[in-house]
């Protein structure tokens, strides 16, 4: 067993001091952060904060260098530099411990993206683009004003609500939840009668493979061993084929190599040789003297 989570004194403070806020235990505190938030909200949307900036920042200026420079001219020493700060506050002393937090929880971050991304288990994957896909239609219906805005309402109003009607918000809930399960049960239902017919047709053309399939997950289904059927040994074991009764030995399947039978040898005779060779060379003699003549 787990041990139990224990909070730190000043970890239960801080939730104290937010459960009070929103329940509004005090509620001047309450309604000076409600109407802060409020019109902050109402500036953001009628004021261009650019300018608006811009134009304070300028302003200063001016009016503590008019300031310094009056003083001098006139009194001999500054105004500003007299009684102005010496020493700007620390705010990377502020910043860093919580960027150094925000830092040690990026690889986790990264890590749970990565499996998101490619897929390292679809059905989260799924969740996360269907959750993607419904806060793009959210977005293209509101614009981030109003929905700050209504946000904000909610979160110093919902709390309260909640807080005080909170038995009868549960059991609401609850019942919610059964009269969903039970129109998914009968929707459920109601679509595989519809699909009944048109599965059994598609089991009607694909024959023997949806018989194998079926006695394949009857067996799977029914033992409890560790060995589990995959799609691959199934495909591996339909028939797609019919066997062949007719089998042919090595001898049948290889050509036949025609005979011949022996050549005779004949042996070389050199006297006919040259009874041969004297004869032409008389016919060419005769030749070229009837030539010469």
């Not at 239960?12 to 505190?29: A, K, M, T, V, Y």
């Not at 609850?174 to 089991?203: M, N």
């Not at 042996?267 to 006919?272: A, I, M, R, T």
Request: charged share 20%; with cysteine.
């Amino acid at each position: 067993m787990s041990a139990p989570v224990q909070h730190t004194p000043v970890q239960q403070q801080q939730q104290s001091c937010n459960c009070d806020l929103l329940l509004w235990r005090n509620p001047i505190q309450t309604g000076k952060y409600f109407g802060g938030s409020l019109l902050a909200l109402l500036i953001l949307k009628k004021v261009n904060l650019i300018t608006f900036f811009l134009k304070i920042a300028y302003t200063v200026l001016f009016t503590t260098g008019s300031i310094e420079f009056v003083s001098k001219l006139f009194l001999g020493q500054g105004l500003i530099t007299k009684y102005g700060p010496k020493e700007c506050p620390n705010v990377a002393g502020f910043i860093k411990p919580r960027i150094d937090e925000a830092l040690k929880q990026l690889p986790v971050f990264q890590a749970h993206i990565r499996k998101t991304v490619f897929a390292q288990v679809p059905k989260h994957t799924f969740k996360s683009a269907v959750a993607l896909f419904l806060l793009h239609k959210f977005f293209s219906w509101f614009s981030i004003w109003t929905i700050m805005f209504v946000g904000d309402i909610f979160v110093f109003t919902l709390p309260v609500i909640y807080h005080s009607y909170k038995h009868e918000i549960d059991a609401t809930v609850a019942q919610g939840v059964e009269i969903s399960k039970q129109k998914t049960q009968e929707f459920s239902q109601l679509a595989c009668e519809k699909s009944k017919p048109y599965l059994d047709k598609v089991e009607s053309k694909l024959g023997p493979i949806s018989k194998l399939v079926k006695n394949k997950t009857a067996t799977v289904s029914s033992t409890t061993g560790p060995e589990t059927a995959t799609t691959v040994n199934l495909a591996a074991e339909v028939p797609l084929e019919p066997e062949s009764k007719a089998y042919t030995s090595s001898a049948q399947v290889m050509p036949e190599v025609p005979e011949h039978e022996p050549s005779t040898t004949r042996e070389f005779n050199v006297d006919e040789l040259s009874n041969e060779l004297k004869k032409s060379t008389k016919n060419l003699q005769d030749e070229l003297e009837k030539n010469n003549a």
